[in-house]
């Protein structure tokens, strides 16, 4: 049974960092594309960014240059690194797994979800 779970979530002030993992359990993340979307009240869920299976890296322009994913393969673990925080990065996030080649953005793409976990931004 595969089940990833988020950690990491909580209030920050803006211009603050957080990092948020994804552990699994069930599966091998290094062998999947890992995915982090987000999803903030009243809003659709929209993509952050997303660490290839085949390697690399891409984000969202929201989120393109404060952002960073990362694996760590002895942990079964991917980290979603944000730095300089702002209030519109409010929202719940969750990680997702492809098994889509290249850096796939879109929910469709992805098999296997995570609950989330809540990140708030304060001023």
């Known amino acids: 049974q595969v089940q990833l779970t988020e950690s990491g979530g909580g209030l920050v002030q803006a211009g603050g960092s957080l990092r948020l993992s994804c552990a699994a359990s069930?599966?091998?993340?290094?062998?999947?594309?890992v995915g982090w979307f987000r999803q903030a009240p009243g809003k659709e869920r929209e993509f952050v960014g997303v660490?290839?299976?085949?390697?690399?890296?891409t984000f969202a322009d929201s989120v393109r240059g404060r952002f960073a994913i990362s694996r760590d393969g002895s942990r079964n673990t991917v980290y979603l690194q944000m730095n300089s925080l702002k209030l519109e990065d409010t929202a719940v996030y969750s990680c997702a797994t492809s098994y889509e080649m290249g850096w796939p953005s879109k929910a469709d793409e992805y098999t296997f979800w995570g609950q989330g976990t809540q990140v708030t931004v304060s001023s």
């Open positions: 660490v290839g299976r085949g390697g690399g890296a």
């Open positions: 069930g599966l091998t993340l290094g062998s999947w594309s």
